[in-house]
């Protein structure tokens, strides 16, 4: 079978996409990664893909900005032909969005040339973009069960609670052994930052401040490749602090760490449930519909996690937040098994057998 597994722009949607295209492979299918050019320079795990790897020229479309989307349809508008004289090329039996702005032409494509199509929602509140593609898709996975009610009608009969798949190795190493990795000693209180794959200004200005005031706390910090040097002229001279611009072994991050600063993003929290890591979660703020605090809201709820929304007198509430839960040990093992229970270990199966169910029926109808 010939897979099309299409994901960019973030690392919130292409590392779950190259979770998926590594099971695929695995069950022996012939699976192509398709999306921007750019992540090729961004991401060093899709540069390992080689030539199993294609890239459309694309740029993200704005909402409200609408005069700076000419030159973005543009190259919207090429990158769709070139996606189908690709699916010419190679016949696809399926196509799979695992989201991003990278893999719209591509799933657009794949609709005119009536190749079927999955599409996965990994928020709780579902976006417009997946909204209307739900329309046609043969399946759609939801990663919260709250995202069915964004969906309408017969759309519903095609949703499957699969979770968001994560990438091998997550939550399969100890924390001595993350913390050797990430070039840590082995005792002591770790406090993971991160603003997601590229980082975000509002978590490193104030946890900046919080780690010349807490010298005893170890910061291991993924500050995104445009807030590295900030950072690291910010915290100049502190032993406690360890910045990475962008971090690979996120595995490793994750299980070295007692407690982690994050964002909300879908993927995330799922690789914060795969190492069983309490959290103090910081929804973006511009996210579309606002889901990153819903989901982060449904972790709070859970108990696997402490909201702390930006705005007045955000770093003092983050500090008081992180230093309450730090005097917590009680409470932070709570919370450490709740996120636990959060992980599903069988969504990337379960979306892989949709998948090939999906391929399959194309096949069948061919043939019938």
Known sequence: MVVFVTAGGTGGHIFPGLALYEELV?????????????????????????NRFVGFRVQQLYRRKIWKNFSGLLLFIRAVRAARALI??????VCVGMGGFASAPLILACKLKGIPYCIA???????????????????VFLNMRQAFDGFKGRIRERCHITGNPVRPGFGAVSQREARQRMGLVPKGFVLGVTGGSQGARAINSAMAS????????????????????????????????????????????????????????????SELASCSVPSVLIPYPWAADDHQTRNARAWEAAEAAI???????????????????????????????AAGRLHDATSLGRMADLVEGSGRSRRGSEEG
């Not at 012939?30 to 080689?50: H, K, N, Q, T, W």
């Not at 007045?312 to 919370?335: C, H, S, W, Y």
């Open 26 to 50: 695995r069950r022996g299918h012939e699976v192509l990664f398709v999306g921007s050019s750019a992540d090729r320079v961004r991401f060093e795990s899709i540069e390992r893909l080689g």
């Open 88 to 93: 010419k090329s190679f016949s696809p039996d």
């Open 121 to 139: 929602e990994q928020n709780a509140i579902p976006g417009r973009a997946n909204r209307f593609l739900a329309l046609w898709a043969s399946a």
């Open 210 to 269: 919080f780690a010349r005031k807490h010298r005893k706390i170890t910061l291991l910090w993924s500050s995104g490749k445009a807030g590295y040097a900030e950072v690291t002229e910010a915290c100049a001279g502190l032993e406690n602090v360890f910045v990475h611009a962008f971090v690979e072994d996120m595995a490793a991050f994750l299980s070295a760490s007692d407690l982690v600063v994050s964002r909300a993003g879908a993927t995330s929290l």
């Open 307 to 337: 909201v702390v929304p930006e705005g007045a007198d955000f770093g003092e509430r983050l500090e008081n937040t992180i230093n309450d839960l730090v005097k917590k040990p009680q409470r932070l093992e709570m919370m450490r098994k």
